[in-house]
């Protein structure tokens, strides 16, 4: 085994402990003749594809958390158990992340001072666990919830120049290791290989800026005006959705549209909620048990009016903003009922904003009543018709003609030869950077949802999105810019120096790293020298 140049003893011993899980002190690791062997390196590549793996599974983690309320509802949908799952994900990504990282830098430290690399099995078992657990959470992904990836492309739009600079500085610092290990071995094969991977990669990123795109690569004269932001149900996080406190919640967010859910009664009154099911956002099993699993629609106004719709905020604690509500606050809270049609049309009327609502459950065989009993509330409200905005596709056509001044919003993109929508509403993860530039320059209005970061908000800004529906108002409503915004000259000047730094530092490590491998093979040579003249001494 190789000493431990520019590594103390007690230091090594403690590095080769931990990573090998045995005490070796160097006098042991000596007469056991310990050297890194093949299938040592192999599983220290093993670790470093595992750390990788789960850098991209942390990065996918955080990308998520904008749609990670949706996941909590579905949850709760089918085991009626509510948890916030992110807090589950993040604490189990971070162990893993952490594990990993850690394995890997011991490894560094133990190449650069020269010493073994004898994994234990049980690191081993653990890699082999956390690669196999990191796998099923991207197949699980991809299978129930696709739509995240086009998420994570979204993404890179706004990470992609930073994302290139931290890889850049890893893979620079990478060469210390690498040089010093290639100083070492004497396979000449291997050296070879690795050092042709290693500039490969390097060539790639150096070059990858070719390839990044971003909306916020614009000048400053060129930012489009900032996205309206409609309420998702009011503002959910300050208050509990679908009810008069988060209308007024939003109100004072400055949000422009409130956005909400629909269902009729059993009597014929249109009434706000968004499951088909009570259970999620009142207490209907404490009140009617018997009656809990039926559809919103089966209960009538009176025996709605009886149900609780706000203590559940407090209890479950869907976000957490609600550990910050004032006291006052609270008691609102448990003062609200699930509010009509008629009382909501009122308070937008008096609070001079649009509502934008879906008719559920489309496929219910009264559903051409419940167009006209809403239609009928809408009517008789007095607010101006040009602030309702109608999403339901069913029976569109009969909504135009007994109230042509409702703006009509569409669910899907234009189609070919038909006649420009004037406004749609899309997940964000339909619409691409150049769509949205291309309805903007139509004069079609494009409503996106939902968006609750701050780093997608940044990216739909510098695309030019009219609005985007939130459950975070009270911290979109706080951006006065998006996150970065970067000239293109400027990003330019940023790659060029974050890449000739790279190759000097890279430089650097690999001229003193042979520097220093030179002068311990003098050291070397002398001391062989003496111990032969010392033997030939002692034979004498």
């Not at 010093?180 to 071995?185: E, P």
């Not at 949205?436 to 409503?447: F, H, K, L, M």
Request: net charge neutral; proline share 5%.
């Amino acid at each position: 085994m190789a000493d431990m140049h520019g590594c103390c003893r007690p230091c090594a011993t403690c590095l080769l402990c931990l990573y090998s899980c045995q005490w070796i002190t160097a006098k042991k690791e000596k007469r056991k003749g310990l050297r890194t062997t093949k299938c040592d390196c192999s599983w220290f590549l093993f670790l470093f594809c595992v750390f990788l793996f789960t850098l991209v599974w942390l990065y996918f983690t955080i990308i998520i958390l904008n749609d990670f309320h949706n996941f909590n509802e579905f949850i709760f949908r089918q085991r009626k158990l509510w948890l916030d799952w992110s807090l589950v994900l993040l604490i189990g990504t971070a162990v893993l992340i952490t594990y990993s990282a850690v394995l890997l830098v011991l490894a560094l430290c133990l190449q650069l001072c020269g010493q073994p690399l004898k994994l234990h099995w049980l690191h081993k078992t653990l890699l082999i666990l956390t690669a196999l657990v990191v796998a099923a959470a991207f197949t699980g992904l991809g299978i129930k919830w696709a739509e995240e990836w086009r998420s994570a492309y979204i993404s890179l739009q706004a990470t992609g120049p930073f994302l290139h600079i931290g890889i850049v500085v890893g893979m620079t610092l990478l060469a210390w290791p690498l040089a010093s290990f290639i100083y070492r071995t004497r396979n000449t094969g291997l050296k070879v290989f690795l050092l042709l991977v290693y500039c490969m990669v390097m060539i790639a990123l150096y070059l990858a800026p070719l390839g990044i795109t971003s909306p916020c690569i614009m000048e400053e004269n060129q930012l489009p005006p900032k996205p309206a932001l409609v309420g998702h149900r009011g503002a959910p996080m300050l208050a509990p959705e679908n009810t008069l406190m988060s209308l007024r919640k939003a109100v004072d967010c400055d949000v422009q549209v409130f956005e909400t859910d629909v269902m009729v009664s059993t009597d014929g009154v249109p009434f706000l909620m968004h499951d088909e099911e009570l259970t999620r956002t009142t207490n209907v099993q404490d009140v009617f048990p018997e009656r809990a699993a039926l559809n919103s629609t089966a209960f009538n106004w009176t025996d709605l009016q009886q149900l609780d719709a706000g203590s559940w905020f407090l209890e479950r604690r869907p976000f957490p903003t609600v550990q910050s509500l004032s006291a006052e606050d609270r008691d609102q809270v448990t003062e609200q009922r699930i509010p009509s049609l008629e009382q909501v049309l009122e308070a937008a009327k008096q609070s001079n904003i649009s509502i934008m609502f879906d008719l559920r459950p489309e496929n219910h065989s009264d559903y051409q009543s419940f167009v006209n009993a809403t239609l009928e509330v809408i009517l008789q409200s007095g607010i101006p018709l040009q602030r309702v905005l109608w999403l339901p596709d069913r029976f569109r056509e009969q909504v135009k003609q007994q109230a042509p001044d409702i703006q009509q919003i569409y669910g899907r993109k234009r189609l070919q030869n038909e006649e420009p929508l004037l406004h749609v509403n899309l997940p964000y993860q339909n619409m691409s950077s150049e769509e949205i530039r291309q309805y903007r320059q139509d004069n079609i209005s494009v409503n996106l949802y939902v968006v609750n970061q701050p780093w997608l908000f940044s990216v739909l800004w510098c695309s030019g999105v009219t609005s985007v529906t939130t459950n975070a108002c009270q911290v979109l409503k706080e951006m006065k810019r998006p996150i970065w915004l970067l000239p293109s000259s400027t990003y330019l000047m940023i790659w060029i120096v974050a890449d000739c730094t790279s190759f000097l530092v890279i430089l650097w490590a690999f001229l003193l790293l042979r520097k220093c491998s030179q002068r311990r093979q003098s050291a070397e040579s002398e001391t062989d020298v003496l111990l032969t003249k010392i033997n030939s001494l002692m034979h004498e």
